[in-house]
């Protein structure tokens, strides 16, 4: 499949390399991102280019900041859990629930993200309301967002070369564009 994958969002996927995919579906969403904000962290002290993306984009208080200042600045788990909060949809960590996801709606986005038409095709057959579906998570987005580059969980803005095609499944297949 040809997908177009910016570099920021290459970084912050190769951060969370392990975390992400078929084993994030058997985790809460508390699960999920206290695992990633102590990768986040790691990658913070190792000054991994996706650390920097999310910290950038997720924590307020370093937002468009120089590099360097966001490399020295003296972070703590409450900061990490806050920015992956930030970044999943949520106003703060305290926020987040344990809700599970759905993992069919998972398969769909991956399958979406990776412009493989026949997958989202036959999820769509299999189980109709996933074209109206929301995340778990707190942006709650859809896949007709997740298409569009919803511009948060970084690591999932990819665009595939197909998506109109897609928008145009979604869309035949019941997914609301005022959602």
Do not use: K
Request: charged share 25%; aromatic share 6%; glycine share 6%.
């Amino acid at each position: 499949m040809d997908v177009y994958v910016a570099p920021e969002v290459a970084a912050v996927a190769d951060l969370y390399e392990g975390l992400l995919g078929t084993d994030a579906v058997q985790r809460t969403a508390v699960e999920q991102l206290r695992l990633q904000a102590e990768r986040l962290a790691d990658g913070h002290r190792r000054r991994h280019r996706g650390a920097f993306v999310e910290l950038s984009n997720w924590y307020p208080r370093l937002a468009a900041s120089p590099a360097e200042e966001i490399w020295s600045a003296a972070l703590g788990d409450e900061d990490y859990l806050g920015t992956v909060a930030r970044g999943h949809g949520y106003p703060d960590w305290t926020s987040v629930r344990p809700a599970r996801p759905a993992p069919r709606f998972e398969r769909c986005v991956d399958a979406l993200l990776a412009g493989d038409r026949p997958a989202v095709a036959e999820l769509l057959t299999t189980d109709p309301d996933l074209a109206s579906a929301r995340s778990h998570w707190g942006h709650r987005a859809t896949l007709l967002h997740y298409l569009a580059a919803n511009g948060v969980e970084i690591h999932r803005q990819r665009v595939p070369r197909n998506a109109p095609d897609l928008a145009r499944l979604l869309l035949d297949s019941g997914a609301d564009v005022a959602a």
